[in-house]
């Protein structure tokens, strides 16, 4: 916060056209049109923690280390005058050597988060916001249209869903005081 380093929280979405029901209760049987869910369009996203920009590497295939060497590419590319830590899940392909070789001559920090805690990545707030503005209850007929739904709710993150991610996307993580009361 005080603008000595650039934070990035990195994640991939994994959109699947398929029926995302908001809710739906009713008295009589309702049939709601629904794609048959071959369709994946992946999303690997780095926001920054503090100004909520986003940089995407998007593909109708796979997301591989490949796809991590090119977001980190692009974060690179926006010449911060400060260092740069991207903070990463532990996904296989985001730990691999290519990864840290790219990582490390782009002169980026990376940090890995203790596995099983999708909590504690920002992103993963934006993820949930995308699915609920873009495809609650919502039919695409075509693949083309259900990505256009979603980059265009990526394209405006920082204009027209602004104001909604900003109470959003706060540094508020969930702690507890006394951890030892938690034992399973």
């Not at 398929?18 to 009589?28: E, I, K, Q």
């Not at 049987?29 to 690997?44: A, E, H, I, Q, T």
């Not at 706060?170 to 006394?178: D, I």
């Amino acid at each position: 916060m005080a603008g000595k380093r650039d934070v990035y929280f990195v994640d991939a979405a994994h959109f699947v056209r398929s029926a995302f029901l908001g809710f739906l209760w009713c008295f009589a049987r309702v049939f709601v049109r629904s794609p048959s869910g071959r369709d994946r369009f992946n999303v690997l996203g780095a926001l920054n923690a503090i100004t909520h920009q986003l940089v995407t590497v998007c593909n109708d295939g796979y997301i591989n280390s490949q796809s991590v060497c090119e977001l980190l590419t692009k974060i690179a590319e926006r010449g911060a005058d400060v260092p740069t830590t991207v903070v990463l899940d532990n996904a296989r392909y985001q730990r691999c050597a290519l990864v840290f070789r790219t990582a490390e001559a782009l002169g980026i920090e990376l940090l890995f988060l203790p596995s099983y805690s999708p909590n504690l990545n920002l992103i993963e707030r934006l993820w949930k916001f995308v699915k609920k503005k873009a495809l609650y209850s919502k039919y695409y007929p075509t693949f083309t249209e259900f990505k256009e739904a979603i980059s265009d709710v990526l394209d405006h993150t920082d204009s027209t869903h602004n104001d909604e991610l900003n109470t959003l996307l706060t540094l508020n993580f969930q702690t507890f005081q006394k951890p030892e009361l938690l034992a399973a």
